[in-house]
């Protein structure tokens, strides 16, 4: 399990360890795993980094503000002065490195382009070669549709949809299901980032971090009763892709608080946030509470009172799975 | 793609099987055989669950894609599904637990229409059905997905998987028809994977063939709601149910379904008139208790009488089930002679060639009425519907 210490170097960094307090008497603690309360006092730090002019004037990401606000959340994310500092301790040069972004959405609501380029960048600047980058998600047309544009040009990024590449033969299973896993992650990576998006999921409850990694497998539709719980959960516990995973920025430039999966700009907010973990859990927890806390502001009822609560998350860091944490106790929110 | 089923050979395929049991690679063994037979090079690949390697040979999906059947609209440009028990809400750009149907901007779409990923010409033995035109043949064909998980499934590879994952031809109703006569098949068959989740398919497909004067028969899970399985089965000529066991835990930890919606459809079926067979697999360990034996007997003697031809079938290590034997051929015995006990007339034993009790018997005269080798009949001694020797009556379609 990857957590962190709330030992911060720094002081403009805002600690908001009473928000997440605060956000639980929402309906949370009926969720936080029985597993997790008495344990290790360590924490597990999400940066929520946040540029109220993103955009400009404009609708379109800057990408130069883009690039700043992801250096600032990834050195508060690591404690570091300089961002390289930050993507050296993350990785290292002749690892293979794939970006699982989330492209079901299309335009309207997908990893963000520019978000996607900076960390492109960052990761050259440490040293990975360009040709050992693989942007990927399960579908070229989606890749393409949300903006990208499909490559596998020898020393460039990669950007390839896994129907081009196809899935393992072998089925792999943690818990009742069994799936193939993309060989663009078992066979082009060896360090996964997780670049999902954040939203309201009519099934799960939300989609975040955890639930991204259903582009990773050949069938996703087996993995959604009872709420997705403990489907979720007990995929992101493969070793194929906990092994590999190593860090989640989740794009929350648009956001959607009810409606989702798919895109409804109705119900969509521009939130010109990234949010930054090692912990998926925290993340999760962290993510929901901001869709809570928008479903409040906009009069909605709470995804408990909807019969939707995600439970996975709890599922997550259970005793039989320790992916993360979802004690807010234990969740150190840094604010940027 | 190129429809390989416009490039047909006049020549009548071998008909394959009889001499092994049933178990995954045989299967692929005779699918591949008969498809190259036919000159179904793409199906035979598909069936042995090679998926599209490359974006090149994406195919053009927008034929395939017919608005679904069974659903109703919901808020927020929700469906929920009405086709299986299961009732999948499902969001926009999402799709049911089946992976075949997708919610477009809350109108639900059959991704599967015409989309056959696997066709061949079997006895109809092999289904199996003993008493539906015993001796003849099926063209078969599938598309991909299923709306449970059995984790023995021997067809996993198409079954679960989604249909952009498996090669698979343009193959509409008419075509299928037309292919079934050539072949001097007088029947279609929808299976291999689950034909529930290509209900439309199949609805079509059956009326195209009734036109070609073709019959049409289903091997199924059962698992489906009332309506759908009235208006889909009800064009149906036979009907095969693979009853997985007679427990509910069962269906829920090694099915993912449930049992009482099956038993549901049997009874319907039954008030239908439909000429129904059951196949129940015994796996060892898990659904083989003698309690399990009499009280499926019993039911179906209850509530469906006791003609209704009943296999016991053997079952092979695959999928998620690598981890137990092959069924004993004792406790398939042990199966037979308590449901024969119960008093059911016709229980047959499966996937074990040369037993004796593959080959049906006159419940009166106990005389041999049919004998099979394999899926072959290779004796056929049932005249006007009954035993020649006492005249008893044998439930069954013996004749076109």
């Known amino acids: 399990m990857n957590t962190m210490r709330l030992d911060s170097r720094r002081d403009f960094f805002k600690q908001c360890l009473t928000c997440a307090a605060v956000l639980h008497t929402q309906g949370g603690m009926s969720l936080f795993a029985a597993g997790q309360q008495g344990a290790a006092p360590s924490k597990s730090k999400v940066v929520i980094a946040r540029d109220p002019l993103l955009r400009g004037q404009g609708a379109t990401v800057d990408s130069r503000r883009m690039g700043s606000l992801l250096d600032r959340a990834m050195q ?58 693989v942007v990927w998600d399960r579908d070229s047309g989606e890749l393409e549709h949300a903006g990208f544009h499909v490559s596998t040009e020898r020393d460039r990024v990669q950007c390839i949809g896994t129907d081009r590449v196809d899935y393992e033969e072998a089925l792999v299973a943690h818990g009742s299901v069994g799936s193939r896993l993309s060989k663009i992650l078992t066979q082009r990576t060896n360090v996964l980032i997780n670049v999902p998006v954040l939203k309201d999921h009519d099934g799960a409850g939300v989609t975040i971090a955890m639930k991204n990694m259903y582009g990773v497998i050949h069938n996703p539709n087996k993995y959604h009763p009872n709420g997705c719980n403990p489907y979720i959960a007990d995929l992101n516990m493969l070793p194929e892709i906990r092994t590999r995973m190593r ?21 969509s907010w521009k939130c010109n946030a990234l949010l930054v973990s090692q912990d998926p859990v925290a993340l999760d927890y962290t993510g929901w509470q901001i869709i809570e806390h928008k479903r409040a502001e906009m009069g ?18 259970d005793q039989e799975h320790r992916l993360g944490t979802n004690d807010p106790k234990r969740i150190a929110t840094v604010e940027v | 793609m190129a429809c390989e089923l416009d490039s047909l050979e006049d020549e009548r395929p071998a008909i394959r099987g009889g001499s092994s049991p049933l178990d995954r690679r045989s299967f692929m063994k005779c699918a591949l055989g008969s498809g190259a037979a036919l000159g179904l090079t793409g199906f035979a690949r598909s069936a042995a669950g090679t998926p599209s390697l490359s974006g090149d040979q994406k195919q053009d999906d927008t034929r395939f894609i017919v608005e679904a059947k069974f659903y109703q609209k919901q808020q927020n440009q929700k469906i929920k599904c009405k086709l299986c028990p299961r009732e999948c809400m499902v969001g926009d750009k999402e799709r049911g637990y089946c992976g075949v149907r997708e919610n477009r901007g809350g109108t639900y779409y059959s991704l599967v229409h015409s989309r056959v990923c696997a066709a061949h010409v079997d006895p109809v033995e092999k289904k199996p059905l003993f008493h539906y035109l015993p001796g003849t043949i099926a063209f078969s064909v599938a598309t991909a997905g299923c709306n449970v998980n059995c984790k023995f499934c021997q067809n996993w590879d198409i079954s679960q998987s989604r249909p952009e994952q498996i090669q698979a031809d343009y193959a509409p109703p008419q075509r299928i028809a037309a292919l079934a ?6 029947t279609i068959a929808y299976t291999y994977s689950e034909p529930v989740v290509f209900s439309e398919f199949l609805m079509d497909t059956a009326d195209a063939g009734h036109e070609a004067g073709i019959s049409s ?12 399985l009235k208006t889909a089965y009800g064009k149906m000529d036979a009907v095969k149910i693979d009853l997985k066991a007679f427990s509910d835990s069962y269906y829920r930890n090694v099915v993912t379904g449930q049992l009482k919606p099956v038993l549901d459809s049997l009874v319907t079926l039954k008030k239908m008139g439909k000429w129904t067979e059951i196949v129940y697999l015994v796996v060892p360990g898990l659904n083989d208790g003698d309690a399990e034996f009499h009280g499926l007997a019993s039911w179906i003697k209850t509530n469906l009488g006791a003609d209704v031809p009943l296999h016991f079938t053997q079952f092979h290590p695959e999928y998620l089930l690598k981890n137990l034997p092959i069924t004993p051929v004792p406790t398939l015995e042990r199966a037979k002679a308590i449901a024969d006990a119960e008093g059911l007339h016709y229980v047959y034993i499966g996937n074990v060639p040369g037993h004796p009790a593959q080959n049906t018997y006159c419940p009166k005269c106990r ?9 072959t009949a290779s004796k056929i001694l049932i005249r006007k519907d009954s035993c020649p020797f006492c ?10």
């Open chain 1, 76 to 133: 508060a994310l690591f404690d570091r002065d300089r961002p390289i500092e930050a993507w050296k301790r993350l990785v290292q040069p002749g690892e293979k490195v794939g970006l699982k972004v989330n492209t079901l959405g299309g335009r309207g609501i997908s990893s963000n382009l520019q978000l996607v380029e900076a960390i492109c960048e960052q990761l050259q600047e440490a040293g990975i070669k360009a040709g050992d980058i």
């Open chain 1, 247 to 267: 860090l989640t920025i989740c794009d929350a430039t648009t956001a959607m608080y009810e409606g989702g999966p798919g895109f409804k700009p109705e119900h």
């Open chain 1, 300 to 317: 909605l009822k709470t995804l408990e009172a909807e019969d939707r609560s995600p439970h996975y998350i709890a599922t997550a860091a």
């Open chain 2, 181 to 186: 006569k050539q072949y001097g098949c007088p």
């Open chain 2, 217 to 228: 028969i289903v091997v199924s899970n059962g698992y489906m709601q009332e309506e759908a």
């Open chain 2, 367 to 375: 005389r041999m009425l049919v004998e099979r080798v394999g899926f």
């Open chain 2, 391 to 400: 005249q008893h009556p044998i439930p069954g379609v013996w004749h076109t």
